[in-house]
């Protein structure tokens, strides 16, 4: 992966650069819903990081063996029962959690594989997508690029939901990166940022 | 034919220094029938070797000059611009140890009786062809393969390699494979086998002698497996309950299109298939299972392997499951080494492996095209 690439990435994605932020060198991860790999390119060549990726999509188990990321096909809502208690440093969700069916369910096991969870997801709280409910229609974003009838998001969530979400589930929620676009966004978090990217750990 | 590698010769290796097998049992001197395809390049580093299942052998792709219509097993897979590229790798096919194929086996004569060996040639196991594959392999002068590549039975062998040898292996593909049976598929190799030793043509292995061949038996045991190698939707699909006559008979002979199709692959597969070794590569399947030193501890027993794998399986395989090669995968995590998991969605059950389904061919392709960057291919 060259140097272009990965500039490239990160300006595709700016959540890799904030869930990079949080990863030392050499950490052990797993990244669910990986997608081609990118995100484990991503993580491989900024953070030395040794990693597996579960993804359910043909296209992208092929895309990701191409790339040289070791993947593993499963279906997300069937478990993790493959990966033992404990197995790895990050167990990372990006921008998948808001299509997971037991989202719940998803959470524990991930912080029953891994000693720390990493999510990312589409603030449905953003004034975006809020000012086209309030005008009639479903939004449609660079963030929510999906049509009602053909969207594969069936829990979409807010900030404040997702926090609350933690509380109930006893997950302790350890950083907080809000995102629009590139930017970090410091005011009015659930309003203004269009990602949201959390750090979380079980709860005491 | 586009994509083929053409007219093969085969060829033959003779070993004469004794091969111990797991058993305890001698084999004085054998040989090993074989064929290559594409070149083996200057560091020796591009060598896959195919590793064949129960009913294979060492024609993997293409075909003889003098018998154009004998095109290899796995031929589909294995060429030019094929997922295992000819035009990259030197790929070894061989006719395993205990075969029917021209590699020593029960039928070959035993030098010191002048007699076939029959009953008297060693139980073979997985981990004693892997043995006889290294000696090919030290032959061929292929310090480390590029890849080991096996379905089923084949997939068992090429894991075999990342444990006896880790350092003579790059990479393994166990394809619609399995760590170890399970009792139940233990139990359609017993029947199988069962069906071969009470046929009364078999004389306690020693039939070549009786100018006789177990026919009914092997046919039995064939028409077994193969109903196991088939999905039912497969089955439902091709045959249905689909009549060859257009009303029932009320008799025993063949009514329905599936007795029909089972019967002349049974008796296709006993006209040219020997009973002995079919006994032989069933209880290599049944008695492999490297945690078996470990305790029972697959993840043990995967510690000593250093290969980068890639795990296919196929959704329909109800004989070699996909839970079996998830069962490979795990103890390959809990080692942290680097896999793959693929699971191919097909409707033709075990059979799946040999089928040029693109998907799981593209699986194969990214893989490899890996592999042959790595040796510079």
């Known amino acids: 992966m060259s140097r272009s690439d990965i500039e490239k990435l990160a300006a595709e994605r700016p959540d890799f650069a904030a869930i990079a932020a949080w990863i030392p060198k050499g950490a052990s991860v797993l990244d669910l819903g990986c997608g081609d790999g990118s995100l484990l390119r991503y993580l491989k060549e900024t953070r030395s990081v040794r990693g597996y990726g579960v993804e359910i999509n043909d296209l992208d188990i092929v895309s990701c063996i191409a790339n040289g990321v070791n993947v593993i096909q499963n279906d997300l809502d069937s478990g993790l029962s493959d990966f033992e208690d404990g197995s790895f440093d990050f167990v990372i969700l990006s921008q998948t959690l808001q299509a997971t069916r037991h989202t719940e369910a998803i959470i524990k096991e991930m912080l029953r594989v891994g000693r720390e969870g990493i999510v990312s997801f589409p603030n449905f709280g953003h004034w975006k997508n809020r000012l086209d409910v309030l005008t009639g229609n479903m939004p449609v974003s660079r963030e929510l690029p999906y049509q009602w009838y053909n969207t594969p998001n069936v829990h979409l969530c807010t900030l404040h939901d997702f926090e609350d979400f933690c509380r109930r589930c006893a997950v302790s929620i350890t950083a907080r990166s809000v995102m629009n676009g590139e930017h970090e966004v410091g005011l009015l978090p659930n309003l203004l940022g269009s990602t949201a990217v959390y750090r979380f750990q079980r709860g005491l | ?377």
């Not at chain 2, 004989?319 to 995968?329: A, D, K, L």
Request: glycine share 8%.
């Open chain 2, 1 to 377: 034919m586009d994509h083929s590698v053409g007219i093969v010769t085969a060829q033959r290796a003779q070993f004469d220094t004794p091969l111990t097998f797991r058993s305890g049992a001698v084999l004085p001197r054998y040989e090993l029938v074989y064929e290559t395809y594409g070149t083996l390049n200057a560091d020796h580093s591009n060598a896959i070797l195919i590793c064949h299942a129960l009913s294979g052998h060492h024609h993997v792709a293409g075909i003889y000059a003098d018998e154009p219509k004998n095109v290899g097993w796995w031929d589909n897979m294995v060429g030019p611009g094929k997922p295992i590229d000819t035009n990259k790798f030197f790929v070894i096919g061989l006719n395993n140890l205990g075969g029917c194929h021209g590699s020593t086996g029960p039928s070959s004569i035993d030098p010191l009786t002048g007699q076939p060996y029959g009953a008297s040639f060693p139980v073979i196991t997985v981990e004693d062809w892997v043995n006889s594959q290294a000696r090919l392999a030290d032959l061929l002068g292929i310090a480390q393969f590029a890849a080991v590549i096996g379905g089923s039975l084949g997939g068992m062998q090429a894991l075999q390699w990342s444990l006896a040898y880790p350092d003579r292996v790059r990479h393994v593909l166990a394809i619609a494979s399995a760590p170890r049976l399970t009792a139940q598929n233990i139990a359609f190799n017993d029947v199988a086998r069962n069906a071969i030793l009470t046929d009364p043509d078999f004389h306690g292995g020693n039939y070549y002698q009786h100018g006789v061949v177990p026919t009914r038996g092997l046919r039995l045991a064939r028409m077994l497996g193969h109903i196991t190698y088939l999905s039912d939707d497969a089955m439902a699909d091709k045959f249905g309950r689909e009549l060859r006559a257009e009303k029932f008979n009320y008799n025993y002979e063949i009514e329905f299109e599936i007795e029909s199709y089972l019967r002349y692959q049974g008796d296709k597969f006993a006209s040219y298939f020997d009973a002995n070794t079919y006994l032989l590569m069933t209880k290599a399947l049944d008695y492999f299972d490297p945690a078996h030193d470990f305790g029972g501890d697959l993840n043990r027993a995967f510690a000593r392997a250093k290969a980068g794998f890639l795990v296919i399986s196929f959704t329909t395989d109800w004989r070699f499951s996909p839970q079996r090669s998830r069962e490979i995968v795990q103890p390959l995590l809990h080692n942290r080494r680097k896999v793959s998991y693929a699971e191919i969605t097909s409707a033709h059950g075990h059979d799946s492996f040999l089928m040029p389904h693109p998907h799981y061919f593209d699986v194969a392709r990214a893989y490899l095209n890996n592999v042959a960057r790595e040796c510079g291919s």
